[in-house]
């Protein structure tokens, strides 16, 4: 189901409370809204924190609908500000100077046409992220890093071949699947302020 304002503002709040909470005491809170029936659909869902004055703090989440929304959104809150191994754990300083985001997911799909070099033609700039898998690696990036970075499709099939250790061109061999999925995205306007939908 589509998510309206009103559910993008509990999950980033939701996050947020996560964040701040196991920040604070390493014990994240409660969930008490777990009774909103949209809380309760299998999605995918990622968190991401970013610096207010620019570049990423962490992101973690769950590409495919394995849990309930609202599960996976406290679980990838507390993934993305304590156990994301590219950056240290969150400190309680920070928590004034980090933007909440939630990004709920679509059930990806594989791509397949009949010469690898058509992908490309596949990929929607500012609607698809990609996950490639292969070779015993996988690699996703959300949609809004291809609009962020002002990619084309050629260029994110390359990065998110990177992400996941391989080669960029990698994308191009069939032992390589490459998947679309798209996704809702709320995030702060300010740390623990106002929300706002940012990509559907």
């Not at 809204?33 to 924190?49: D, I």
């Not at 620019?54 to 993934?79: D, H, M």
């Not at 300083?93 to 933007?99: A, C, G, K, Q, S």
């Not at 099939?157 to 080669?167: R, Y």
């Amino acid at each position: 189901m589509a998510l309206t304002d009103e559910h993008g503002r509990l999950i980033v709040r939701m996050a947020r409370r996560t964040v701040d909470q196991v920040v604070r005491s390493s014990d994240p809170p409660k969930g008490e809204e777990s009774n909103h029936p949209f809380l309760r659909e299998p999605r995918g869902a990622f968190v991401t924190l970013n610096a207010v004055d620019g570049g990423l703090r962490g992101c973690i989440g769950f590409p495919y609908p394995v849990k309930q929304l609202g599960q996976a959104v406290v679980e990838a809150a507390i993934g993305a500000s304590t156990q994301d191994p590219r950056f240290p754990r969150v400190e309680p300083f920070e928590l004034d100077r980090i933007l909440v985001e939630v990004s709920a997911l679509t059930r990806p799909e594989t791509l397949s046409t009949t010469s690898r070099k058509d992908l490309p033609g596949l990929v929607r700039i500012g609607a698809d992220g990609l996950i490639v898998t292969g070779y015993g690696y996988s690699g996703l990036l959300l949609p809004q890093v291809a609009t962020e970075y002002r990619l084309k499709p050629e260029d994110f099939l390359s990065e998110t071949c990177m992400k996941a250790g391989l080669m960029p061109d990698s994308w191009l061999s069939n032992r390589v699947s490459v998947q679309r999925f798209q996704a809702e995205v709320f995030g702060e306007t300010s740390p623990q302020g106002e929300v706002e939908k940012k990509l559907d």
